[in-house]
């Protein structure tokens, strides 16, 4: 009796569990997590930029309870002529909205014949249109047991493949401008790791799109990958993904609202 009514409970909970709201496939192969997903619809949460390679899919984000500033949100600001402060004044709840494109390709993958070479140009974003750029990207293959990091007792949180040559953009708004006043300017992040680790996921942009900055960190490729050299080569092969990387900024970003550059 005690095996039945067990049984019998296990398939009551297991007809009343909804089915998932986004059909992904965990197990293509051939895939990215950052692959376009068939039939699905877009959400509010959920904004397209189009560019000359392909449309793109980003992410709002909602950064809560920032440091108050007066000019943050003009609805928060004490009106001039009130001379007599509230007693009891509750704490603002500064929430800035941010959009985040992670995972954005600006290269071909340089495996089998690209393998040791130089990035090859990315005519067009892959899959079909438009591309989810919803999820961090692989990092560099490198050796993630050597590397400076926080993750003593868990291990390293990110997947290496030698498919990296992704980069991620945080953004605070997505609306083009023609005039300096109301453009944006934008950091290219490359991070450090003397050529042998590190990675653009390690440096969120979040907090400097908040303050109306433009973020990109860029992925490029690391050791041997990207520096190795035997003669017939001179190498820097990660310092040529660099270059990439910055062509395909200069070419895409103004879709993003930006008309000045800085590169760190």
């Not at 970003?253 to 590169?263: C, E, T």
Request: charged share 15%; net charge negative.
């Amino acid at each position: 009796m005690i095996f039945i009514f067990i049984l019998f409970i296990s398939l009551v909970n297991s007809q009343i569990i909804e089915p998932p709201t986004r059909n992904v496939d965990l197990w293509d192969l051939f895939g990215t997590s950052t692959t376009k997903r068939d039939g699905l619809k877009h959400t509010r949460e959920e904004v397209i930029v189009r560019l000359s390679i392909g449309e793109l899919v980003g992410q709002k984000v909602i950064i809560p309870n920032l440091p108050w500033t007066a000019t943050q949100d003009p609805n928060e600001q004490i009106p001039p002529d009130r001379n007599i402060p509230e007693p009891n004044p509750l704490p603002p709840n500064n929430n800035v909205t941010i959009f985040t494109f992670l995972g954005v390709p600006y290269a071909e993958p340089p495996l089998g014949e690209r393998r040791f070479k130089a990035p090859q140009q990315l005519i067009h974003l892959p899959g079909d249109s438009p591309f989810v750029a919803f999820t961090l990207p692989p990092v560099c293959a490198q050796d993630v047991e050597t590397r400076p990091t926080l993750f003593i007792n868990s291990p390293y949180p990110y997947q290496s493949s030698e498919d990296c040559l992704y980069l991620n953009i945080y953004t605070p708004a997505l609306k083009f401008s023609s005039t300096a006043e109301n453009a944006l300017p934008t950091i290219v992040f490359f991070h450090g790791g003397n050529f042998q680790t590190g990675s653009a996921n390690d440096w969120p942009g979040h907090v400097l799109a908040s303050r109306g900055i433009v973020v990109v960190n860029v992925n490029y490729r690391l050791g041997p990958f990207g520096f190795m050299s035997l003669g017939d080569e001179r190498g820097n092969y990660g310092l040529q993904d660099q270059r990439a990387a910055l062509n395909w900024v200069r070419q895409h970003i103004y879709g993003f609202g930006v008309i000045l550059m800085l590169l760190l």
